[in-house]
Each structure stands twice: as C-alpha cells, then as structure tokens.
C-alpha cells in the first residue's frame, strides 16, 4: 500500500498584470491583496517527495482542485486529505480509482448506521446528492494519547486488518504535508517569485519542484545508507550540499566520475541531522504558547494551565429517524 498526502496552499505572486489578469487575488481584501494562487499537491508519505500539482486562480476550492490528481492514484493507494476535501462525490472517485482513503469529518455529518464494528467504530452509509447514489464509508473515533479525538472516514472498511488505532496513526502522518510546504516556501524560499507571466510562472514552479525531488531522492538514499528515517535528516543542509554537487557536476567533463560524485554527495547528506520528536503536541490557546516561548509563564505559577490532556473516549452519541434508522451524531 502506496501512501500519499494530499493538501493546498497559496503563493504570493509579484505584481504584474499579466499574473493578475490569470489569477486575482483572495475576496476579503477588496481586490487590493497580493496576486496569489491556489497550488494543491500530492506528495508520497515515505520519501515525502512531490509526485503531481494542480494550480489554479485565488480562492479555487479544493474540490475542484483534487479531481485532477485522483487519476494519478493507482489501485491499492491510500490517500490522506484534510477536512477541506471533504466531498461525497470526491470520495466516490478515489473509490472508482480502487484506490482508499482516511479523512477527518466534521460533527455535522450524520451518515446512517449499518451496524456497529467495535467500540467507536461504525460501517456507515452516505448520500452523493450529485447523482442520487450511497457510499459505504467506515466511520472511526480515532483517538492518540495526548491529542483530541478525530471523527475519521474511511474506506478501509475491516476492523481487524486496519483497527482504529493504525487509522488514527497514519491519519498523524499526514502532518508531513505541512512540514514540506514549510521546506518548500521557506528553505527552497518559494515566497520570491522572478516571474511576471503565467508561462514564467509555471517554468519556475516546475524548477522548484524538480529541485526538491532531488534534494529528497538525496535524503532518501542517504537514510537508507544510515538506517534512519528522512525525517531525521536536514533538508535545508541537504540544499546547500546539492547546490555543491550540481557545481561539480557542471564542472566535471568525466562522465565516469559522475556516480562518483553522486556517492559523496549521499554520504555528505547523511551526516547532517535534526531532532526528530514524534508525537509532538501544542496547546491550542495561543497566548498561552506564547507565554512558554517567551519566558513569561514563570511569573504566575499559581494559575492552573488552560490545556488539559485529552478526556477518556465517550460514546458516540446515535439518534433514530422516523423510519426506524439509526443515525450517529458526534
């Protein structure tokens, strides 16, 4: 099982009216905000490399955006969505493609209940009011130690090969996403765009991800070499040490010393590391997380901490409809 991470993101373009006339900017600035377009991008979870990205104007929604890579999944992938990409036919795609799913849902979904699978595990059915059809989803309360309790949706449909605690597992490794927009905009410093076209744009886009598809083959053989995960390595070292190797190989005239080259450039890539922490965890009240960076949590011991450890599971709540179906609520 092949597993992806799908997710979108804004670029801030130059000012330009070519750039403007093609993409726009965000409604709620009154047309005076930065050129910006929609970039929605699926990446693989283990060498968290870029596979295929879709771009569109200022405010495109995400459900127009996924359906143009749905058909790069292949049969048997997993693919992990945020809550944004919700959609019932977008579901039915994935599905159509024999491909699976997890994503989370929001409280006011109420699918019909078919029957009961464990403790906090539904097999449920939904409407796509699109074509007047159902979808048997699996509905899951995941919950992780020292996190809140996500509503997943799946189409991985049996308990005992996938139970909820490996779909709320896997469901934490789509924060990779997150961390490779950080890399991508910040250390590859996608914020600076030189174009002032739609065509320059789209070459320099496809530069920067040809160049982060690098950088992350590098890593992923290098941490191989070293037994440790991609996770472990420096990506913005693994950068600077790229940018060495294409200037050897551009000054090199031996074709024979090219694997050479590419063997010192995995070694050099590998010896440089981060502090990995998994199953690392913020506090939701934001003044208070800037107290404890800042310093200043230490002048008021008495007061007693907002953010609590996550509450033992509840069970899910379930309604009956007129008809006698039973309904799951929150």
């Known amino acids: 099982m092949r597993l992806i991470a799908g997710d979108k993101t804004n670029l801030a373009l130059p000012e330009s009216q070519p750039l403007w006339n093609c993409f726009g900017t965000h409604g709620g600035s009154r047309g005076l905000g930065p050129i910006a377009v929609e970039l929605c991008c699926l990446f693989d979870l283990v060498s968290r490399t870029p596979l295929r990205f879709v771009y569109g104007r200022a405010s495109t929604s995400e459900h127009k955006l996924i359906p143009k890579l749905i058909s790069y999944l292949k049969k048997g992938d997993l693919l992990l969505l945020d809550a944004g990409f919700y959609f019932c036919a977008t579901l039915r795609k994935i ?5 699976h799913f997890i994503i989370p849902a929001n409280e006011n979904l109420h699918p019909r209940v078919l029957r009961k699978l464990a403790d906090s595990d539904y097999l449920c059915e939904i409407k796509d009011y699109s074509n007047k059809t159902t979808v048997t989803i699996r509905v899951v309360f995941a919950h992780r130690n020292g996190f809140r309790r996500r509503r997943l949706v799946t189409s991985l449909l049996d308990p005992v090969e996938f139970p909820a605690s490996e779909l709320a597992l896997l469901y934490h490794m789509r924060w990779d996403i997150e961390t490779f927009y950080r890399d991508f905009k910040c250390t590859l410093r996608a914020t600076c765009w030189h174009c002032q076209t739609p065509e320059t744009f789209h ?10 598809c690098l950088i992350r083959i590098a890593m992923l053989e ?10 472990q390595l420096s990506f913005a070292r693994a950068l600077t040490e790229t940018r060495l190797f294409l200037k050897l190989l551009l000054a090199t005239t031996d074709v024979d010393l090219w694997a050479s080259i590419w063997t010192a450039h995995i070694s050099c890539c590998a010896q440089y590391r981060v502090r990995y922490k998994p199953d690392r965890r913020f506090t939701r009240d934001r003044q208070e997380y800037r107290k404890k960076s800042r310093g200043l949590e230490s002048r008021r011991k008495n007061n007693k901490r907002k953010y609590r450890e996550a509450s033992p599971l509840l069970k899910p709540e379930t309604r009956k409809g007129a008809k006698g179906q039973l309904f799951l609520l929150s």
Do not use: D, F, N, T
């Open 203 to 212: 070459k320099e886009l496809i530069m920067h991800m040809i160049v982060c």
């Open 222 to 231: 290098a941490c191989r070499l070293v037994k440790l995960s991609v996770r």
């Open 95 to 99: 599905m159509a493609r024999s491909a």
